[in-house]
């Protein structure tokens, strides 16, 4: 049972909503995931309740919400755009987003502890998306961040865990809950990123980009669900040479 | 539904018995492992059914077995070794395992083929362990053998898919069942084996060794079914770049 | 001819003066590299000039010296730190680290970000030590840093480039020479930095704890020469398949 | 001072003479690579001496000439063409590459060991192009082969020490030289071969279709010594933490 400020969740995959070829599809893949808590981005609710708002379908899927500041390129966009999601949806999670270089979409440290300062201080719940910098999630958690997310490879590229050595600290010396944000892309990435100790991963694009996403939610489902119960159950040690599985000493003496 | 020879099988994870701690924890870890083929060497079968003999217990569990010959160093001890599991066993199936060096184990190229073409031609169903050689695993079909079974990394070393890109070329060229067999450490290295289009693994020492074997049995059993379903859901390509999972073309404009 | 600020470099290797076994070993090794950037530790300067002093046998050699802040914690060390050395050591120039965390030594982007600004503007050469994140690069040469020095992996691991995708990112997006310190264990670690345009590395523990240090500073020397000849002479397409050396068509019509 | 067979070598990097856009552009990069040993395919020797021979001005350079069977795809075909080599080129040395499938060239572990076999036992000075499978290595050499010639990656790849694990037990193993042949794509890449310990490298496409072939060679020549000094030297251990290079304890007490 993982518990972030004051929910609890059974599942350790969150969700986003982005990239899906359709609402319906995202609906039936969000479901298939198990997801208790999914991310959708500000701009994406239609304030006015109209057409084209996903906002409704999904809440009627009895998740958490987790509205994100996603195209925020500094701190006061970001803080507007909690204030308008707070306002909107009615929760006070936020998954902070700031990435002002749109090529690879990358987070940006100081205007996110800035923000982070900001909305902690006013209340939010705050889950930050941030590079995998050990010393930066120490100062985040310190800022009152409900958890840190931070990312395995740039948002959407499906490299995987490019910076295991550094999620390895991060999980280390974390005291708010470990979320493996961007980057993930094949169940195999969702599952190593638990069974080194994270305590969930959020995806979105390897979901929503698979050949079957209702299906690869339901793998993902379960990655993540081996993984923590891997972590759990403690893996053993990696060697340098082989050590028999089966009895070798003497041939059938 | 994996079919090998005349066999079908609905779990596509393969489990060792060697290295557990007890019998007992053995039998409990394979049946958390949902398994339906295990391996065993011949030298812990008591070929006159005394104590120590772990041939009764796993008989028990219902699953076929798949007897090897581990410790053989040469095609005409294997080639013994696999006429004594026949008669004792009472299965035409065999791991064939042939090798020389005692502190990597890595297959006999040239013996294992020399083998497999008589054990072959004899009516057994072979199922070679072998190095991740494209070439070889072509020839080893060839001969007659039912599925290949390619090394991940040295056996026992939990290493994982250090052979990956060659086990992909295998996965593309071969006719027969791929077997990912030795160095699979974690449920996460599993569930890479079969996105990449594995047909099985196999895993014993990552099991035994683990803190909660039988745990540890369950988890690789999730992670094979859940990489398998996400190779045939159809896994999203790698890019270099980020792509957005979310809107971003201008701020809540 | 790489040029920062206002010096220009013939040797794109920048070597330390930690760890060595003496100091004699250290002056060698330092020649060997044909190094003409050396960083010290403040520490290591005996302002009074008296024995252990390592800074008069450093300056004999000719190169230029980059005093670093290792052991400051905060902004305010660091800054401290710099005015002490620019009065000990007559130099404008400085290696900005700080580094609150004692197990993996890792940067603070916050604080850094914080005393570039202000040392920036006091009219200090700096070059601050950094995470491989791209969008605090970017801040830092905004602030007005002479150079960036992302880390390759945690300082003295010898682990090589673990954060290679996002050294990329850092050395397209670049307007300042890119200098990756830390981690380099190895003279193919020097040597692929380089390949992938890195302006510079900064190498210490991989020579200082070398069986022959003086020789390993050579070898590092070559690399660093050789992975920029291969940088601009432009390395050819990776491949996922194979693509014939010798001619193939037929055999020998 | 390398030396297989009767013959020494003051350099470890090893030619190849395919894919130059020119036979002049070939030239002047065997001769930047420093190399002493070149392998050219009998194919592209004019056994009449007519135009477009590459043999004559390869000849010229004065370097130990390396004849291979590339397009052989058996046994047979192979001691045919190491025969005709012989005669055309007045040399027993050979490189014996056999490669049944035209997509990934990998070479045939049978039909390479069987040639080698003949042709030992013909007087040739063989260095067979293999796996990087550390018995078949050890068969190889059993058979009286002068080297092993185990790949990287694929041919032509440029995708570097994808079997870096294998090639490690290869070197322990070995009582004859070891040369890394194949999938060798940048000079950080050959210089990791050399650290490792492999007494040569064999370099072709890589510098055939760098930007610059020439500069590329002179790279690749840099890059196989540093790797071999460095291996001398001693490289230092890798570790997990970070291990301070200037010193910590206490801020400037």
Redesign the interface.
Known sequence: MLTIADKTFDSRLFS?T??FASDSLMIQALEASGSQLV??????VDLSGGQGDIYGPIRDLGVNLLP?T????SAE?AV??AH?AREALGTRWLKL?I????????????ET?KAADQLCAEGFVVLPYC?A????C??LEEAGCAAVMPLG???????GL?????LQ?IVE?ASVPVVVDAGI?????A??AM?LGADAVLV???I??????V??A??????V???R??Y?????????????????????E
Chains 1, 2, 3, 4 share one sequence.
Do not use: W
């Open positions: 986003g982005g990239k991310t959708l981005a500000l701009k994406r994100n996603s195209g925020a390129k966009e507007y755009a308008l987003e990435h002002p270089d749109p090529r690879y979409l990358l987070p940006d440290p100081i502890l590079h910098d050990p010393v930066l120490k100062r490879a740039p948002i959407g590229s499906n490299q490019k910076t295991r050595e550094f600290i010396q892309g094949a169940p195999s990435h599952c190593g069974e979105n694009t390897a929503a980009v698979a050949g079957d996403p299906a690869m339901g793998a993902f489902r379960q990655a669900a081996c993984g119960s891997a759990e159950a403690g893996l053993g040690q990696v060697s340098a040479e082989a050590n028999a599985s089966s009895p070798l000493t003497g041939f059938l």
